[in-house]
């Protein structure tokens, strides 16, 4: 068998016990989100447990959660029974993560773990190994085969045991009414958290930096405007102030094979009307969805009267960390 074909065989494995443990999704799954709901709205923490591979996939369950506004940590089996343990305080919810069920550290670990006042949700095989036993909501990640050759290697039950961490976190996420807002708080120095963070008011160049003239001067007389501003577009407007048109170093370049009469020209004459813009007091989000649906390289900011007040330069966003 080539690499590409055992890759592909893999990925086939992988995809059916996905598959697979979907269709084992029942009550147990429901029950699970609402004993964490409930933890949490009474300030509780999910506490993760796991050893080995297990562990790996518990250490990324809890960042998951964590970072969609479910308190979560990972606690070491073998650590915790040496001091740890003191992470645990009544009202938790302990997941615990084995395949197998029957893990000797995991399992020498839930004794310690009943003094406290927990509930004790499984990611395990069957309900009937000796972890399931002493959970009290037991939710089945049953897979066929590994993807490994020898069925030994953990593969396709860590993928599926990831993956129904993923639904958990999901569903709690739902269940709390969680926000993109309450996303961007948690993630501030990330370029995600910042444009759902920012304002387009925050962003945008203003005062020298942004060109406006009036529609009823020449093409030149505009240039001379933008390169005072070191802008590559200028926002133009009537005789109230509102937004009527944008003309930028492109419109220059293809209006040039005209007739070479381009800088004599009356702006309104060859300018953009109806240009694409933004509200100052959009999110920054906002802006950046723009910039990726059109062609442009300048955006223009808009106040709620249609007025002019700033411009976003596509070149700016990464010097701002937005891209």
């Known amino acids: ?137 037991v939710v089945k990640v049953k897979v066929s085969k590994e993807a490994c050759p020898f069925n030994l290697a953990p593969t396709a039950s860590t993928t599926a045991m990831l993956v129904m961490g993923d639904a958990l976190a999901m569903a709690i996420l739902h269940a709390r009414g969680f926000k993109e807002k309450d996303y961007a708080k948690r993630h501030p120095s990330g370029a995600i958290g910042r444009a759902m963070l920012l304002k387009v008011r925050d962003i945008m160049r203003t005062d020298a930096r942004n060109a406006i003239v009036a529609e009823n001067i020449t093409v030149k007389e505009a240039l001379l405007v933008m390169t005072r501003a070191k802008s590559g577009s200028v926002s133009i407007i009537n005789k109230r102030g509102k937004l009527t048109g944008v003309f930028t170093d492109g419109d220059l370049r293809r209006h040039m094979t005209d007739d070479g009469l381009i800088l004599f020209k009356p702006l309104a004459s060859v300018m953009t009307k109806n240009p694409i813009c933004v509200q100052d007091d959009a999110m920054a989000q906002e802006a950046l969805k723009i910039f990726n649906q059109r062609n442009i390289d300048d955006l223009v900011v808009v106040n709620s009267k249609h007025e002019p007040v700033g411009l976003i330069d596509l070149q700016d966003l990464p010097k701002l960390k937005l891209m």
């Open 1 to 137: 068998m080539s690499h590409l074909s055992r890759a592909r065989a893999v990925f086939d494995i992988e995809l059916a016990a996905l598959k697979s443990v979907r269709a084992q999704l029942d009550q147990a799954f429901d029950e699970a989100v609402e004993i964490v709901v409930e933890s949490l709205r009474q300030r509780g923490k999910v506490v993760i447990v796991g050893i080995g591979k297990s562990g790996n996939i518990g250490q990324k369950i809890a960042a998951t959660m964590t970072s969609t506004g479910s308190t979560s940590v990972v606690l070491n089996p073998v650590d915790a029974l040496h001091g740890d343990l003191g992470i645990v305080s009544d009202g938790d919810v302990v997941l615990a993560l084995s395949y197998s069920g029957e893990s000797e550290e995991l399992l020498n670990l839930i004794p310690a773990l009943k003094r406290f006042s927990v509930k004790i949700i499984s990611f395990t095989a069957t309900n009937k190994s000796s972890l399931a036993r002493h959970s009290d909501v």
